[in-house]
């Protein structure tokens, strides 16, 4: 996890002691390994292991980036020994046996200590029925890959009972160009390669973890590319689902393509019996409506199972993929329900409240988001003001869910009204809808009916919590959840700043929340009612919002930095 620091005028303790309280403060539910039970354990090598042979089951890699792997892997300290035919065959690294032929010479060479895979791409079901798996398993050693490696890896331990079969990095990865991504790569290879089981179970699951199904389960992890997984049913190679927590991750796949894929699994009755389901990484899931999403996906598939289900598996194509073992019996641990996902930020809110004491306050304008974190206020008595600004011009839907607010939960909501000689000017000197004619004159109404009332409500105050997210616009995008506002003199706070907006529905629906009903009618941004309109399929989040601006502008001043 990297934490940057900014400049502020904020005392550093702050945001030092911060941090170190709240951020790294782990997740709502966890994964633990527990060592395997089989008696093929006994292969493990008691010596360091020091030669990599490397392997190419399917694609092959360029001389170039081949070298820029290998040359990493030397600097560690490794020997490396490649296994490959002399030559290319269609997209193959080589024919089909070529490649079971070198598979074969890896495991065969004493010297060789661990393998793992060059690349995958597509070929290693090809090559399966050429390999004497009689000899792999009398030479059997720690073998990693995945991505179409994924075929190999479940098949050689779920079918062939070896032990110390991988779902990891492969060379490819080293030659990513990024640092980071480097960095974990060599460490997760470094814990296998040194014999130590990988017990990585505080970085397996990222801070952007969403919990889609509760409960606890302990079972062998199996699984890895979904594409592969699904290639294999019906075949002699099927993976063994029943009692298993099945972990998936996938790469360059489109939302219709993953929802083809799950369904096609939950239609051939695979998952009938798992036992879990871990979501690995998809990196390049395209930009699309707001209601089609990973999460959104993924529970429309698991919403009747009784099995925990969990995003958020550092796995896979992304830029960070762990090392899991298949068949390690595993722990998941996602008792506390979804109701509770929020139980980090509240946690950092109900910090804010007793560091501060009264000097905290959270702006709503009672969108999603912000029903989000009114409730958790709310609902926990947590001893934060909470206010509103009203502009005069907002949709009787909003003063409608305001009501119903203050009826349901028994709290206050403070509303702040602009000021009334300004408004009276403006509306006397340009007239009621003077925004549609220049940016100059939107921003000057909006100055008028929420800037200054914001001022006046954030004055004496000492943090400042808002409901922003990142995927909200493109001027959020690099937003931190912990910032200095140096407008309005005061520490910002934005608890749902990582939040996709299937994750704040779920939240809602989950915990029956209020939320106002045009968000059912395509308005995912709610404002003043003449500055908002609904949105069009396809659509960015905040288009609805002063449409006939430029579309990369669109703040009404409260968060202009």
Not at 424 to 441: I, M, Q, R
Request: some cysteine; aromatic content about 10%.
């Amino acid at each position: 996890m990297c934490a940057e620091i900014y400049k502020t005028t904020v005392d550093p303790w702050f945001l030092s002691d911060y941090l170190n309280k709240t951020v790294q403060t782990g997740y709502i539910f966890g994964i633990k390994f527990t060592p395997l039970s089989r008696t093929s354990l006994d292969t493990l090598v008691s010596r360091p292991m020091k030669t990599i042979g490397v392997v190419y089951p399917a694609f092959s890699l360029t001389e170039d980036i081949e070298k820029q792997g290998v040359s990493i892997l030397v600097q560690r300290g490794f020997k490396v020994k490649i296994f490959k035919p002399q030559r290319p065959d269609w997209f193959f690294s080589g024919t089909d046996e070529e490649r079971a032929s070198t598979f074969t010479e890896a495991f065969l060479d004493e010297d060789v200590d661990v393998v793992i895979a060059g690349r995958g791409g597509y070929g290693s079901a090809r090559m399966v029925e050429h390999i004497d798996w009689d000899k792999i398993k009398l030479h059997a050693k720690p073998f990693i890959g995945y991505s179409d490696i994924t075929f190999l890896i479940n098949f050689m331990s779920q079918t062939l009972d070896m032990a110390n079969i991988y779902h990891g990095p492969m060379l490819i990865n080293l030659s990513n160009g990024c640092t980071e991504y480097v960095d974990s790569t060599i460490k997760s290879l470094e814990r296998i390669i040194n014999s130590n089981l990988p017990d990585e179970s505080n970085a397996l699951l990222s801070p952007d973890s969403t919990i889609i199904n509760s409960g606890v389960s302990t079972a062998p992890v199996v699984g890895g590319n979904l594409t592969l997984i699904e290639k294999t049913i019906n075949t002699p190679y099927e993976i063994k689902f029943d009692g298993k927590i099945l972990m998936i991750e996938d790469n360059d796949t489109q939302f219709y393509s993953l929802d083809r894929l799950l369904f096609h699994l939950k239609q051939s009755q695979v998952l009938r019996n798992l036992s879990g389901v871990l979501i690995g990484d998809f990196p390049f899931l395209p930009k699309t409506d707001h209601d089609i999403n990973l999460v959104s996906i993924v529970h429309a598939i698991f919403k009747d199972s009784k099995i925990p289900v969990v995003t958020g598996f550092n796995i896979g194509h992304g830029k960070v993929n762990k090392s899991v073992r298949i068949g390690d019996f595993m722990t998941l641990d996602a008792s506390k329900k979804k109701e509770l996902m929020g139980k980090d930020e509240l946690a950092s809110l109900g910090w804010l409240s007793s560091t501060f004491r009264d000097k905290v306050v959270f702006s709503t304008s009672l969108g999603y988001e912000d029903q989000v974190i009114t409730h958790m206020l709310f609902q926990n008595n947590v001893p934060i003001k909470v206010f509103t600004l009203d502009t005069g011009r907002m949709f009787k839907e909003t003063y409608q869910l305001l009501d119903t607010m203050r009826s349901l939960y028994g709290k206050p909501i403070s509303v702040f009204f602009p000021n009334t000689a300004a408004v009276e000017h403006l509306l006397t000197t340009k007239g009621a809808f003077s925004f549609y004619e220049s940016v100059n004159n939107r921003k000057e109404c909006c100055r008028i009916r929420k800037v200054e009332p914001l001022k006046r409500a954030l004055a004496n105050q000492a943090v400042w919590i808002t409901g922003l997210r990142r995927e909200q616009s493109a001027a959020r995008e690099a937003t931190p959840a912990l910032e200095w506002d140096a407008t309005n003199n005061i520490i910002k706070f934005h608890p749902l700043i990582h939040w996709t907006l299937p994750e704040v529905k779920l939240y809602i629906q989950n915990n029956q929340v209020p939320y106002n009903p045009l968000h059912d009618r395509n308005f995912p941004s709610i404002g003043c009612e003449p500055c908002t309109r609904a949105t069009k399929e396809g659509e960015d989040f905040r288009s609805g919002r002063w449409w006939w601006e430029d579309q990369s502008k669109k703040e009404c001043g409260l968060h202009e930095k």
